[in-house]
């Protein structure tokens, strides 16, 4: 079976840096990404990483590293409204005729405090 | 441009009665998807289509039903509704089957079976 793990929550100044980390065990792993959903509103891309090392999207950066089956997501110069849910989703190779499929962890809620 | 568009927003069915949650997409969309979303759980998938015609089974497909009858519409049904059914529901779409297309959702539909 599939699983991933991630921080049920985490809390960081307004300005500071913030990582939240993301283990997964899967079979026909391809990829990485990363979304973000505000309470009560829908998910949204961020990022996603198929190669090892480091994606970089303004104030947020992904990082992968398939050999230890591990990524994590930077938020940096935090603001407030950066306060949401933070959910990784690995990418699998499809059986079949299928498509690629995303299989979500349980997300991480961050809080910004000023 | 409306994206991707859910109705209902919300609705209260009592244990047993059905209904048809509609799904919508403007982007000439090849691929859609239902979630589901419970609290800690995260994104989990229920049935999904490759194409027009075309429907799949997800990691949570019991007591759900769905049909895509046109390319930009994905409806997911429930027959006979459970309380264990009370969730949110997010449709989602992507353009083409590679591992890096993001997926696009819906604002989500609440649903609560008494």
């Known amino acids: 079976g599939q699983s991933l793990e991630q921080p049920s929550e985490v809390t960081a100044v307004e300005g500071a840096i913030v990582q939240i980390n993301c283990t997964y065990q899967?079979?026909?792993?391809?990829?990485l990404s990363w979304y973000q959903q505000h309470d009560g509103g829908a998910p949204t891309f961020l990022s996603y990483n198929a190669l090892d090392g480091l994606e970089e999207t303004g104030r947020f950066s992904s990082f992968l590293s398939r050999s230890d089956s591990y990524g994590y997501l930077l938020l940096q110069e935090l603001q407030m409204k950066d306060s949401a849910s933070y959910f990784c989703?690995?990418?699998?190779?499809?059986?079949?005729?299928?498509?690629?499929?995303?299989?979500f962890g349980k997300g991480t809620k961050l809080s910004v405090i000023p | 441009n409306a994206g991707v568009t859910q109705t209902p927003k919300f609705r209260v069915l009592k244990t047993g009665q059905s209904m048809t949650l509609l799904c919508a997409q403007d982007?000439?969309?090849?691929?859609m998807y239902w979630y589901r979303q419970d609290p800690g759980m995260g994104l989990r998938l229920i049935h999904y289509s490759v194409g027009e015609g075309t429907t799949a089974k997800g990691e949570v497909p019991d007591g759900y039903n769905v049909s895509r009858l046109k390319k930009q519409n994905f409806l997911l049904g429930l027959e006979s509704a459970a309380p264990s059914q009370t969730s949110v529901y997010f449709c989602?779409?992507?353009?083409?089957?590679?591992?890096?297309?993001?997926?696009?959702f819906g604002s989500g539909t609440q649903l609560s079976v008494l």
């Open positions: 989703a690995v990418t699998l190779i499809p059986s079949g005729a299928g498509s690629y499929q995303l299989t």
């Open positions: 989602a779409s992507n353009e083409r089957a590679t591992p890096n297309e993001k997926l696009f």
């Open positions: 899967t079979s026909g792993f391809y990829g």
């Open positions: 982007m000439n969309h090849e691929y």
